[in-house]
């Protein structure tokens, strides 16, 4: 199961450590989900979630300042359970001492921001399904080729990296080559990124390891990138039937995410570059709701009419 270490939340969020005597170097986020405990102020604990990470917004907090200091004991043993990752107070509100010595008697932690409860909920949330989305590696090339997000697939030695090295000339970026971790940030979207060890670096075979940031510059390289289409390469055999309208979309699926995917077969002479420049562009430009197969199919049946009227 993916999991995060609390320190890391508290450096991308920027957040205050109000407990310096609790120990969170053990501390991890198991779950996207958070949880702000209005509800359970009241005593309400039916289906409390105590392993989320606890919000506490204004409402909340003013809700605690008019507890009784023996309703503030009953409640703050119940919901500062040990298993709760931390509690975290927008608006630079800083709890009573009441919770906060009951907080370090039950080793949870007690963070500060100073972002309104909205703003830093939906910012968290977001990181936080892009860090614990499922994930699985495959065998590719990851290239941002006009704002789409084109994987490259195929067999070793086919010429994905050669493919992506010229994209990268043509002012394309680079993601991620060979590997490509995929994660399920939703229902609808993949994205795309590159192991910690070979990022920015490309094989190519008879000349060995490129660094591409280092040769072409930064603006050459992305640190992550939605997948939008999946290219396949394969030799070419005269055997195999290959699609030459496009009239009905393939698709190849990945954590349970359809991937508009096309299979294009490699010839000596074929510009793998060129081929999926125009196979991104063409993708950008269905999503617009333009269909150039569609368009080619009216002008024929068109044309048939005409014929027949005459």
């Known amino acids: ?48 979630d105590a392993t989320r990470l606890q919000i506490v917004g204004f409402v909340e907090y003013t809700y605690m300042e008019s507890m009784s200091e023996e309703q503030k004991n009953e409640i703050y ?9 931390a509690f975290v107070f927008c608006r ?9 010595k009951i907080a370090i008697q039950n080793g949870v932690p007690l963070l500060s921001t100073s ?28 290239v941002d080729v006009y704002g789409e997000g084109v994987l490259i697939t195929g067999e070793s030695g086919i010429g994905k990296s050669e493919a992506a ?15 490509v971790e995929i994660r399920k940030v939703s229902e609808e979207t993949l994205i795309g990124t590159a192991p910690a060890i070979t990022k920015h670096f490309i094989e190519i075979r ?14 050459c390289v992305k640190e992550d990138q939605e997948i939008d289409l999946v290219i396949k390469l394969s030799e070419w055999s005269k055997d195999v039937e290959y699609d030459r309208l496009g009239m009905e979309e393939e698709y190849t699926e990945y954590l349970g995410n359809k991937v508009v995917c096309h299979s294009i077969p490699i010839r000596p002479g074929r510009n793998l570059a060129v081929i999926v420049e125009s196979a991104a562009v ?16 009216k002008r024929v049946q068109a044309s048939l009419e005409k014929r027949e009227d005459e």
């Not at 043993?77 to 990752?85: E, V």
């Not at 949330?125 to 990851?142: D, E, F, Q, S, Y």
Request: aromatic share 6%.
């Open 206 to 219: 008879g000349i060995g390891i490129v660094d591409i940031k280092t040769l072409f510059g930064v603006s």
């Open 92 to 100: 630079d509100l800083v709890p009573d001492e009441t919770f906060k």
């Open 282 to 297: 063409n993708h950008r430009q269905k999503k617009m709701g333009y269909n150039a197969a569609q368009e080619l199919y």
């Open 165 to 179: 090295l010229e994209l990268i000339k043509r002012g394309h970026r680079l993601v991620t080559d060979d590997v």
């Open 77 to 85: 043993a119940k919901i500062l359970d040990p298993s709760t990752p």
């Open 1 to 48: 199961m993916a999991s995060i270490s609390l320190q890391r939340l508290i450096d991308k969020m920027k957040l205050t450590n109000l407990t310096e005597e609790v120990d969170i170097k053990n501390i991890r986020i198991n779950q996207p989900d958070i949880n702000r405990p209005a509800i359970q102020m009241t005593g309400y604990f039916e289906h409390y």
């Open 115 to 142: 972002k309104t409860t909205s703003v830093f909920m939906a910012e968290c949330i977001r990181w936080l399904n892009a860090k614990l989305a499922p994930c699985i590696t495959v065998h590719g090339v990851l």
